[in-house]
């Protein structure tokens, strides 16, 4: 019932920007946090970066300075403003948020997007 939708992947040079978006749908409630997290091949699922409801902003170290994470005007949608890019940046990115999605049941839980892949060239 819950549903991350991610859009903006693609292929850029070094130096290049991207941005990508996530739009969530369906029964989700409650939302605390949204955020954005990515896997390279053979890597873990890390953090980017993280954005809660109150606006607080937290961000892997290797794209400080060069990532932005926002919300969207109606707090279902959160993005990725990626600057500077980098060849080590490439990876499968995937949107994140912690919410409410069965209000039978009001506990926090995680819910990801299918994924979309960002690939920086050198």
């Known amino acids: 019932q819950v549903q991350l939708v991610e859009s903006g992947g693609g292929l850029v040079q070094a130096g290049g920007s991207l941005r990508l978006s996530c739009a969530a749908s369906g029964s989700i409630s409650s939302i605390y946090a949204m955020g954005w997290y990515r896997q390279a091949p053979g890597k873990k699922r890390d953090v980017v970066a993280t954005?809660?409801?109150?606006?607080?902003?937290n961000y892997a170290d290797s794209v400080k300075g060069r990532f932005t994470i926002s919300r969207g005007d109606a707090k279902n949608t959160v993005y990725l403003q990626m600057n500077s890019l980098k060849p080590d940046d490439t990876a499968v990115y995937y949107c994140?948020?912690?919410?409410?999605?069965?209000?039978?049941?009001?506990?926090?839980?995680?819910?990801w997007g299918q994924g979309t892949q960002v690939t920086v060239s050198s």
């Open positions: 954005i809660t409801s109150a606006g607080r902003t």
């Open positions: 994140y948020v912690r919410g409410i999605g069965d209000s039978k049941r009001p506990v926090w839980s995680d819910y």
